[in-house]
């Protein structure tokens, strides 16, 4: 077995945190590359992330109609409704706020709470940052654009992290199950430490695409056994390991499927991210008081990822997208690392320069 830091677990303390887990789920969060908490986040942990989503669907709708794009605001739908109305009249909307970058202090609450961060202590230890990829995900109802195939996170990142611990917390905020689109993970599937062979760009989407044969034969994934369904509660979260395979499934659902995936690695090593953006530092045990220095942190690592594509281009995008405000194409450096085998909206914006 590989040992990297993928297989290494912590020292575990004696005496367990507060939200800490057992001595088995630990084991297991290693051993199958995945750990699903049935209940761990209190109701008023999660309210106000819901709240903060209300508020950019209402700042994206006051935008889209003031810009001519949409009719209506749809100001008495739900947040699990409104959105996908939304985007019927400005198809793309949904990837506009996946685009949003900002870490509101409603969501760097939760990328910092205290027992979620015992839990990642226990994965990687004391010394504990932020990595600059953390998502919002707006899974809106039969979306092809937010179906995401197999895939390992690695395969979104650099070479030099590949061995890495980068343990993901995936937190839904509403029920999820197999109606409207949870995850599924390929336990055990991480064990050989490797980083399977990935194509670019999976239907109309910008998101790598890991081969079924592929997960059988180079990581030995038992696709009858391995795959385990993942129909995370309210309240509850889903850790995951960042070679471990995983995807999620369609929405066919009326309700649009929330989700945050946020992540964290030890802060003295590289985090894959193209020498982009660096960590943050979000807990040291060399420093009970450190106060998180969150304005150093505020770059849209969204703007980032565009400015690579344009020097790697030669290409401004400014200078072919026809309202820049409201593009609803996203492109990054994994798309120079995969062989592009699928051609659409996103990959046509990662062209690459001939000189």
């Known amino acids: 077995m590989p040992t990297s830091d993928l297989f290494t677990k912590p020292p575990q303390q004696p005496v367990r945190k507060p939200g800490q887990l057992s001595k088995d789920q630990v084991t297991q969060y290693f051993e199958e590359g995945f750990l699903l908490v049935q209940d761990f986040f209190k109701k008023e942990e999660l309210e106000p992330v819901l709240k903060c989503i209300e508020h950019l669907v209402d700042e994206l709708a006051e935008k889209l109609h003031k810009a001519g794009k949409i009719k209506e605001k749809y100001e008495n739908a ?38 979620l961060l ?155 991210f193209y020498g982009l953006k660096e960590n943050i530092l979000l807990r040291t045990g060399k420093d009970p008081n450190h106060v998180i220095d969150w304005e150093a942190f505020a770059v849209d690592r969204n703007k980032l990822q565009e400015n690579y594509v344009n020097e790697k281009t030669n290409i401004d995008k400014k200078e072919y997208v026809e309202d820049p405000e409201f593009d609803t194409t996203i492109s990054g450096p994994w798309m120079d690392r995969w062989e592009i085998v699928n051609h659409n909206k996103h990959t046509d914006s990662f062209k690459k320069s001939s000189t």
């Not at 994965?123 to 179906?147: C, D, M, Y």
């Not at 592929?214 to 995951?240: A, H, S």
């Not at 999620?248 to 309700?255: T, W």
């Open 78 to 115: 739900s947040v699990f409704e409104r959105l996908t109305f939304i985007d019927n009249e400005f198809p793309g909307a949904a990837i506009l706020i996946h685009k949003y970058g900002e870490m509101t202090k409603e969501f760097s609450d939760l990328w910092t709470n205290e027992r």
């Open 118 to 272: 015992n839990v990642v202590e226990q994965f990687i230890g004391p010394e504990i940052a932020g990595h600059p990829v953390w998502n919002l995900r707006a899974k809106i109802p039969k979306s092809e654009q937010a179906t995401v195939p197999w895939h390992q996170d690695n395969a979104y990142m650099s070479f030099e992290a590949g061995e890495v611990l980068v343990p993901t917390a995936w937190i839904p905020f509403l029920d999820t199950n197999m109606e409207n689109g949870c995850m599924e993970v390929a336990r055990y599937g991480h064990k050989s430490g490797v980083l399977a062979k990935h194509t670019c760009c999976a239907g109309p989407t910008w998101y790598v695409d890991l081969d079924v044969k592929e997960m059988q034969t180079t990581l030995g994934v038992d696709m009858e056994n391995d795959v385990v369904l993942c129909e995370v509660p309210f309240g509850g979260v889903l850790f995951i390991n960042n070679l471990v395979p995983h995807r999620s499934l369609k929405n066919y659902s009326k309700n649009i499927r929330w989700t945050m995936d946020l992540r964290w690695q030890v802060p003295d090593k590289p985090n894959g």
